[in-house]
């Protein structure tokens, strides 16, 4: 019913910068809360950043002026600016959405697929 596709993920430097982004579409009503989540093997997947309809964000205190999310609401798409990498911040970065599907009106959480960022010189 929804998908989500993320971009934006490659490899890159130590101190360098990477833009994330994701684009959700299919049956969508409205979207609210949009963010982005990462995960390296053998961990639990982590937030990274979430952002309201309104524009409120909040952000992991290991990315806290390094990372900047937005969105745009009317092209249903979420980006995740990424500053100053470190290799810590080496994941797989995951799109999530929560969604109000056209028709049935449900709430549903919706995720990507991920996108690999490796920062590593």
């Known amino acids: 019913q929804v998908q989500l596709v993320e971009s934006g993920g490659g490899l890159v430097q130590p101190g360098g910068s990477l833009r994330l982004s994701c684009t959700a579409s299919g049956s969508i009503f409205i979207i609210n809360t949009m963010g982005w989540y990462r995960q390296v093997p053998g961990k639990e997947r982590d937030l990274v950043a979430t952002i309201t309809r309104g524009g409120s964000t909040n952000y992991a205190d290991s990315v806290k002026g390094r990372f900047t999310i937005a969105r745009d609401n009317a092209k249903n798409t979420v980006s995740l600016q990424m500053n100053s990498l470190k290799s810590e911040d080496t994941a797989v970065y995951f799109c999530?959405?929560?969604?109000?599907?056209?028709?049935?009106?449900?709430?549903?959480?919706?995720w990507g697929p991920g996108t690999q960022v490796t920062v590593s010189s």
């Open positions: 999530t959405a929560v969604v109000i599907v056209s028709g049935i009106y449900s709430v549903d959480d919706y």
